[in-house]
């Protein structure tokens, strides 16, 4: 199947963020989409595709571990990266417990970034 890469997905609803991710993903070969909010996300047909996400933790309507606990209600397990501008050690604890593989305080460095991607594809291909 020429689509059946994993693609890389990036929630994140300032938008210059998303689109930053999503190149520095693509310039590593990776596919890779940006979407504004996890509803946008939840509608995309890259849903069944995604072998990653990366989802910021303050957005407005849903933030990110939000997300991350209503892909896992709906039995979509999907290696989650959650970024955020405004770490706490009670968010951290929080994401970890409900099974974040990374949590990552803005501005990260690009090669922590890719390595919980590379993380999260790895865990992806031993299920």
Do not use: W
Request: proline letters at 6%; a negative charge.
């Amino acid at each position: 199947m020429p689509n059946s890469r994993p693609i890389v997905a990036i929630v994140d609803d300032d938008e210059a963020v998303g689109n930053a991710i999503e190149v520095l993903m693509r310039s590593m070969g990776l596919l890779a989409r940006a979407f504004l909010s996890g509803e946008e996300f939840l509608r995309s047909p890259e849903l069944i595709r995604t072998g990653c996400l990366i989802v910021d933790f303050d957005m407005p309507k849903m933030n990110g571990l939000d997300l991350h606990s209503k892909l896992s209600r709906l039995g979509k397990e999907i290696p989650t990266v959650l970024i955020t501008a405004y770490p706490s050690d009670d968010i951290r604890a929080r994401a970890l417990e409900a099974g974040v593989i990374c949590y990552l305080p803005k501005p990260f460095n690009e090669s922590d970034l890719l390595n919980c991607i590379q993380s999260a594809l790895d865990l992806r291909k031993s299920k």
